[in-house]
């Protein structure tokens, strides 16, 4: 039987700035894509929201997330086809962090401040009006009577 080694990495993730709206489902499915192909995720931040040097699908801002975790050497292949596969993903780059220690790692979790500003911003939309039956014209008027 072979051994297979399970490595650390890091994940850059670019996501939409429409993302910024739902962080909560954005870090949801950061962590199912990784977590159903066999990674063991060890931290997840926000990077940031900045502008692109040019536009990827006709957006011209991107929300940066960042995310550690380890996996075995052999999925890394899934991890990748996952993130090329997802409709929210724009962009993704996974590098081996054997240089990190474990405390660094750890020093870079975010998750807690990812849901607080997503629990934040979804307080802070206004919820919509209902919908008042307006008259239109003289049309509406002479239906009336």
Do not use: C
């Not at 399970?6 to 739902?22: I, S």
């Not at 926000?46 to 052999?74: E, H, M, N």
């Amino acid at each position: 039987m072979r051994v297979i080694p399970t490595v650390k990495y890091e994940a850059m993730l670019l996501f939409p700035q429409a993302a910024t709206a739902d962080l909560k489902g954005t870090v949801e499915h950061i962590k199912e894509s990784l977590t159903k192909n066999g990674a063991t995720i060890l931290a997840v931040k926000k990077w940031g929201d900045r502008p692109l040097a040019y536009p990827i699908r006709k957006q011209k801002r991107g929300l940066y997330i960042l995310a550690y975790f380890s996996a075995p050497t052999d999925k890394l292949g899934e991890i990748e086809r996952a993130f090329n596969l997802s409709e929210q993903v724009l962009r993704h780059l996974i590098t081996r962090v054997d240089h990190l220690t474990d405390d660094e790692i750890k020093s870079n979790e975010g998750t807690i401040d990812l849901l607080i500003e997503a629990n934040l911003r979804a307080a802070a939309q206004p919820t919509p009006a209902p919908a008042a039956a307006v008259a239109t014209g003289p049309a509406d008027i002479d239906e009336a009577k």
